[in-house]
């Protein structure tokens, strides 16, 4: 069942899975180390005239993180997101988003008040026009610039801690490879090629589970996980690249569905995700690495359904054989014209064949040609050699096909 989990598209491009919002990526959000942009529809910061959120302080954990990384204040995802900003949106109520514009996850409608569950699906059961519509929209999304988003080209160090921002625009696909490189980069700790290697705030630890909704990365081995990225070469190959091959999408969210099954088996109790004493960016209360707005780890230990989505597979054995069948239903309800008239003209031309094969049969009736005997003993072969070989002589018990005969 490997390659085959997909949804709409749309759940890795949801503008609130971003980073860096274009409005804050200001010298003056910067240097008010604030991000708090205004929602469209009142003009109030984090649409807080219309009660959607506030402006408020961000609150970081204070428990202590495992060994792995021995520095402080080098790089700039420690305690995310405080580097940049200390003051972002938080929002009230189904809201969700830099500047609570959007909805959360499984909640739709003007006022986030509609609650509909997504499925995500088998890519073998999409139809043919369902599979021409996830390319299209990769493309779309690969050559589209973000409108809302940018990604830093420097550290906040280089940007001389605001005065001098420095971002770039890129494509909505690109972003979200952007992230990912971001979240398992080195740490720099300042000046040419002095690094730390031993990091990585959403892989080989436990915020892989929320980050990537799985927990197969959580090994000291190579899990199936890792195995597939290898396995599968070019840009996958690479923790830091692989979000490049859109085979990323795929692999993830099947990696999802294990973890989803896992879950739905075990039901764990949040308390059972560590709050102290992971690599750094893996305990409980910590921001997700990149995220704006911001999401914490243990917020996504939880099942898909309180999420708003569904894996087709694990749906109730009726809902799942209609889902199997459904592409093919909607193939022939495609074709089906095409098959009436190829039925229509295949009826035509056996009744021509017949009605001339009738007609023939009564103009040369009595002639020798039609003679039936004639035609069979034209094309008969005589038998040159018994089938099985064997002697008179020799009596046997066992039956053979001479015997038989």
């Known amino acids: 069942m490997w390659p085959l989990i997909i949804v709409s598209f749309m759940l890795y491009f949801e503008p609130c899975y971003q980073q860096f919002p274009r409005l804050c990526a200001t010298r003056e959000a910067l ?38 990384y021995p520095f402080a204040g080098l790089d700039d995802r420690e305690k995310w997101p405080l580097v940049f900003y200390n003051r972002t949106c938080q929002c009230a109520g189904n809201f969700m988003g830099f500047n609570c514009a959007d909805c959360k996850f499984g909640y739709f409608g003007v006022n986030c008040n509609e609650r509909r569950e997504s499925l995500r699906r088998n890519i073998f059961h999409l139809s043919r026009a369902e599979r021409i519509r ?13 409108r809302d988003y940018v990604v830093a080209t420097g550290t906040y160090r280089e940007m001389e801690n605001g005065s001098n921002p420095m971002f770039a625009d890129e494509s909505v696909y690109d972003v979200f490879v952007w992230m990912h490189h971001y979240v398992s980069r080195n740490a720099l700790l300042g000046g040419p090629r002095n690094m730390w290697t031993d990091v990585d705030f959403a892989h080989w630890a436990p915020a892989f589970l929320p980050w990537h909704r799985t927990g197969l990365g959580n090994s000291s081995r190579m899990g199936m996980h890792a195995a597939l990225h290898v396995f599968m070469n070019g840009s996958m190959s690479s923790v830091q690249g692989s979000a490049n091959d859109p085979i990323f999408l795929l692999h993830h969210a099947f990696v999802d569905s294990i ?4 879950l739905r088996r075990h039901r764990p109790s949040p308390s059972q995700y560590p709050e102290s004493n992971t690599p750094i960016g893996h305990n409980s209360e910590y921001h997700m690495v990149p995220f704006l707005p911001l999401h914490r780890n243990r917020e996504y230990f939880v099942s898909s359904k309180d999420l708003g989505y569904e894996y087709s597979h694990l749906l109730d054995a009726n809902q799942r054989l209609a ?39 009564r103009r040369y009736r009595g002639s020798p040609w039609l003679n039936v005997s004639r035609w069979k003993n034209l094309f008969a072969l005589p038998e040159r050699q018994p089938l099985i070989c064997s002697s008179d002589a020799v009596e046997t018990s066992q039956r053979n096909y001479q015997t038989v005969m």
């Not at 205004?38 to 202590?64: K, L, M, N, T, Y």
């Not at 973890?259 to 896992?262: D, F, H, I, L, R």
């Open 134 to 146: 996830v390319v299209s929209y990769l493309n779309l999304a690969k050559q589209t610039v973000s």
């Open 31 to 68: 240097r008010a180390k604030e991000c708090c942009p205004p929602w469209e529809g009142d003009g109030s910061a984090c649409g807080a005239s219309s009660g959607r959120g506030f402006c408020r302080d961000v609150e970081v954990s204070d428990q202590p993180d495992g060994p792995q």
């Open 323 to 361: 889902e199997s069948l459904r592409p093919y239903l909607e193939e022939l309800q495609a074709v089906w014209p095409w098959l009436l008239l190829a039925g229509l003209c295949g009826g035509i031309v056996v009744v021509a064949v017949a009605t001339a094969a009738v007609t023939a049969k």
């Open 259 to 262: 973890y989803e099954e896992w």
